[in-house]
Nanobody, 124 residues
Framework: QVQLVESGGGLVQAGGSLRLSCAAS????????MGWFRQAPGKEREFVAG????????NYLDSVKGRFTISRDNAKNTMYLQMNSLKPEDTAVYYC?????????????????WGQGTQVTVSS
């Protein structure tokens, strides 16, 4: 089983940038598809970005395309989410998750384990 720990959240002004990290335990990190999700107060958790085990395929929520970039370093057992041009509507708790699926699907139910989340707050 993979344990996940997110970091890098914080408070930033609109237009600013943050980089989130997701550190994974275990030797099998590279075989898992990984995803970033977010959950704003009173809203359902939503898929933000996903990446396959060897980084051959990525996909994104439409509203973050061109602003967010997902990546991973399997040698470091770490996944990243570079977030640029942040908007107040990006404010949420951000979670990383792993999946046994071969492609990064959007439904929450397709992911097998989650981190504890990191808060991102974008002020206007």
């Amino acid at each position: 089983q993979v344990q996940l720990v997110e970091s890098g959240g914080g408070l930033v002004q609109a237009g600013g940038s943050l980089r989130l990290s997701c550190a994974a335990s275990g030797r099998t990190f590279s075989i898992y598809t990984m995803g970033w999700f977010r959950q704003a107060p009173g809203k359902e958790r939503e898929f933000v970005a996903g990446i396959t085990g060897r980084s051959t395929f990525t996909n994104y929520l439409d509203s973050v395309k061109g602003r967010f970039t997902i990546s991973r370093d399997n040698a470091k057992n770490t996944m990243y989410l570079q977030m640029n041009s942040l908007k107040p509507e990006d404010t949420a708790v951000y979670y990383c998750a792993y999946s046994k699926s071969t492609v990064p699907l959007s439904p929450v139910s397709r992911y097998d384990g989650w981190g504890q989340g990191t808060q991102v707050t974008v002020s206007s």
